[in-house]
């Protein structure tokens, strides 16, 4: 599967570890392909040296050294979401041909979209978990 990350999943797992730091290690165990995209990066750099600036420079560097997939963001728009910030990133996902948006955004979450699937990290990590 092609999994686009959001940035409040990069966040939970970088920054706080949990549920989406052991999805994260799940993840990079498998044959499935991390994506985030340019839009997704640059929000995640700067929400880091934002709130975190003592930290923001070692986990940026370190995240980069992961097998992530790093892609082109959509220069179109698609998709009508409640929240209007979400909507690059469904675009990114559809331009980058996502199976699945991991996301803990709540309006995400609701949105009934059938494709690309939505999944919270822990909805992902039960759905993958060996057991």
Same mark, same amino acid.
């Given at each position: ?8 999943? &990069?966040? @939970?797992?970088? =920054? ?5 730091? $052991? +999805? %994260? ?9 991390? &994506?985030? @995209?340019?839009? =997704? ?5 700067? $929400? +880091? %040296? ?9 986990v ?5 050294t ?20 979400d ?13 699945i ?31």
């Amino acid at each position: 599967m092609r999994i686009l990350i959001d940035t409040n999943v &990069l966040i @939970s797992a970088f =920054v706080f570890g949990g549920k989406a730091g $052991k +999805l %994260f290690e799940l993840l990079f165990e498998s044959q499935h392909t991390i &994506l985030v @995209s340019d839009y =997704v990066d640059s929000e995640f750099k700067a $929400k +880091l %040296f934002q709130k975190w600036p003592d930290k923001a420079e070692k986990v940026y560097s370190l995240y980069h050294t992961l097998p992530i997939s790093f892609c082109q963001s959509s220069t179109e728009l698609h998709g009508n979401l409640r929240d209007k910030k979400d909507i690059p990133v469904l675009s990114d996902a559809i331009f980058n041909h996502a199976d699945i948006i991991l996301s803990g955004d709540k309006d995400f979450l609701e949105s009934a979209l059938e494709s690309p699937q939505i999944f919270s990290p822990a909805m992902l990590y039960d759905f993958l978990s060996p057991s």
